[in-house]
């Protein structure tokens, strides 16, 4: 009886790994690669290849902070509640601020894009995006009712889906790529791609739904972590390279738009895909660390998300690029700061040893939190002011 169960633990262990690698992989991908080639073509190929780089180690250090905190705790969280934890009420209510306002913000830009894609498919413009960024909505909503299964379902083959038309979208642009596309740079524009870059890279919400997806594969954790985030690094240099290498200044916000019908499909499965793991992770926090009823659960993660885009589409309030950035700068930067707090008072704190862990480096520490304090500073529009303040 005990080989058996032993070996089920193995087989279930293996498929969570793979679970747990596309949540945090379909969680990262979403409504921000769309954004990153307008960004990187105003700024440069190079300028942008620097922060996607940068930006990139920062996440994976952080994502590992995170991981570490969740194995040296015995109870299941959101983020809310590590930082409840660890952090006591203060922390928790800047948690529950920065997951509230990047899941948000999150949200919107998806609902945005999804839009504005499948009504450029289906019409060939985005005349009708309001209609179709409801239909989406409504789908999503549903799926959602399926819970954890549900999430592995939709994470697992989206992922593949994305990563086959990403490999497709650059093998079919590789001929076109001019090189002058790509050595063109504007200084003036060094910080310009920060926070959409930052918000492409976004996955914190999602690590307590990978540890709970592994919970019977605990010693892989680090390496899921590991590679759920190097695959976005690296699917959206190829897809950044393939579009401001063909296309130059050619490039809309929302790029796919940029490059006919059938591109246009790799966004609607980017944003479907984070779409879903973030409305698990905000319900996750809404019913698990604040304890609300799940028919308020429902309202705040379905409902509302929809009230807000309809709210700023109708007053035009934020393009997509804006909602990426403010999002990411804001809701990313807060959230890194407070998982680095959370590490350093769960290695005094823990429930458990862990599988792995992180030794501090508050050299790492300094440079991470003064990057993100540095992205919400210019993401704001705060650097001018400050520098006419020290003059």
């Given at each position: 009886m005990?080989?058996?169960?032993f070996?089920?633990?193995?087989?279930r262990?293996g498929?969570?790994f793979?679970?747990?690698?596309?949540?945090?992989t379909?969680?990262?991908i979403?409504?921000?690669?769309?954004?990153?080639?307008?960004v990187?073509?105003?700024?440069?190929?190079?300028?942008?290849?620097?922060?996607?780089?940068v930006?990139?180690?920062?996440?994976?250090?952080?994502?590992?902070y995170?991981?570490?905190v969740?194995?040296?705790?015995?109870e299941?969280?959101?983020l809310?509640?590590?930082?409840?934890k660890?952090?006591?009420?203060?922390?928790?209510?800047?948690?529950?601020?920065?997951?509230?306002f990047?899941?948000?913000?999150?949200l919107?830009?998806?609902?945005?894009?999804?839009?504005?894609?499948?009504?450029?498919i289906v019409?060939g413009?985005?005349k009708?995006?309001?209609?179709f960024?409801?239909?989406?909505?409504?789908?999503?909503?549903?799926?959602?009712?399926?819970?954890?299964?549900?999430?592995?379902?939709?994470?697992?083959?989206?992922?593949?889906?994305?990563?086959?038309l990403?490999?497709?979208?650059?093998?079919?642009f590789?001929?076109?790529i001019?090189?002058q596309?790509?050595?063109?740079?504007?200084?003036g524009l060094?910080?310009?791609p920060?926070?959409?870059?930052?918000?492409?890279?976004?996955?914190?919400?999602?690590?307590?739904?990978?540890?709970?997806?592994?919970?019977?594969?605990?010693?892989?954790?680090?390496?899921?972590l590991?590679?759920?985030?190097?695959?976005?690094?690296?699917?959206?240099?190829?897809?950044?390279?393939?579009?401001v290498?063909?296309?130059?200044?050619e490039?809309?916000?929302?790029?796919?738009?940029s490059?006919?019908?059938?591109i246009?499909?790799?966004?609607?499965?980017?944003?479907?895909t984070?779409?879903?793991?973030?409305?698990?992770?905000?319900?996750?926090?809404?019913?698990?660390d604040?304890?609300?009823?799940?028919?308020?659960?429902?309202?705040?993660?379905?409902?509302?998300?929809l009230a807000?885009?309809?709210?700023v589409?109708?007053?035009d309030?934020?393009?997509?690029?804006m909602?990426?950035?403010?999002?990411?700068v804001?809701?990313?930067?807060?959230?890194?700061i407070?998982?680095?707090?959370?590490?350093y008072?769960?290695?005094?704190?823990?429930?458990?040893?862990?599988e792995y862990?992180?030794?501090?480096?508050?050299?790492i520490?300094?440079?991470?939190?003064?990057l993100?304090?540095?992205?919400i500073?210019i993401?704001?529009g705060?650097l001018?002011?400050?520098?006419?303040m020290v003059?």
């Amino acid at each position: 009886m005990k080989k058996r169960l032993f070996n089920f633990g193995e087989k279930r262990g293996g498929k969570n790994f793979l679970d747990g690698t596309f949540t945090l992989t379909g969680a990262i991908i979403g409504a921000g690669i769309l954004g990153l080639p307008y960004v990187f073509s105003k700024s440069g190929f190079l300028i942008g290849t620097f922060w996607l780089v940068v930006l990139g180690i920062l996440m994976l250090f952080i994502h590992l902070y995170m991981g570490e905190v969740i194995l040296r705790t015995n109870e299941s969280h959101q983020l809310t509640g590590y930082a409840e934890k660890y952090l006591g009420k203060y922390g928790k209510w800047a948690m529950i601020f920065a997951m509230i306002f990047g899941i948000y913000s999150a949200l919107i830009a998806y609902l945005i894009g999804e839009g504005q894609s499948i009504s450029y498919i289906v019409f060939g413009s985005e005349k009708y995006a309001v209609v179709f960024a409801f239909l989406f909505w409504l789908v999503m909503t549903m799926l959602l009712r399926e819970g954890l299964k549900g999430l592995k379902k939709v994470e697992s083959w989206g992922v593949f889906i994305i990563l086959a038309l990403i490999i497709g979208i650059f093998i079919y642009f590789t001929p076109q790529i001019n090189i002058q596309n790509l050595s063109y740079n504007n200084a003036g524009l060094f910080f310009f791609p920060l926070g959409t870059v930052l918000f492409a890279l976004l996955g914190f919400s999602s690590i307590p739904e990978v540890g709970r997806i592994m919970k019977y594969d605990k010693q892989r954790l680090k390496k899921a972590l590991i590679i759920g985030t190097i695959i976005p690094v690296i699917a959206y240099f190829l897809f950044t390279l393939a579009f401001v290498g063909a296309l130059g200044m050619e490039i809309k916000e929302v790029a796919t738009i940029s490059s006919g019908k059938v591109i246009a499909f790799l966004g609607i499965f980017t944003m479907l895909t984070s779409y879903f793991v973030l409305s698990f992770a905000l319900k996750d926090m809404f019913i698990i660390d604040l304890k609300f009823k799940k028919k308020s659960s429902f309202w705040l993660v379905s409902v509302l998300p929809l009230a807000l885009y309809i709210l700023v589409s109708l007053f035009d309030l934020l393009d997509f690029k804006m909602v990426l950035g403010i999002g990411g700068v804001v809701a990313g930067g807060l959230t890194g700061i407070l998982i680095l707090l959370m590490n350093y008072k769960a290695k005094k704190y823990s429930d458990r040893n862990p599988e792995y862990w992180i030794k501090n480096n508050f050299v790492i520490i300094f440079i991470v939190s003064l990057l993100l304090i540095l992205a919400i500073i210019i993401e704001l529009g705060l650097l001018d002011k400050i520098v006419e303040m020290v003059r």
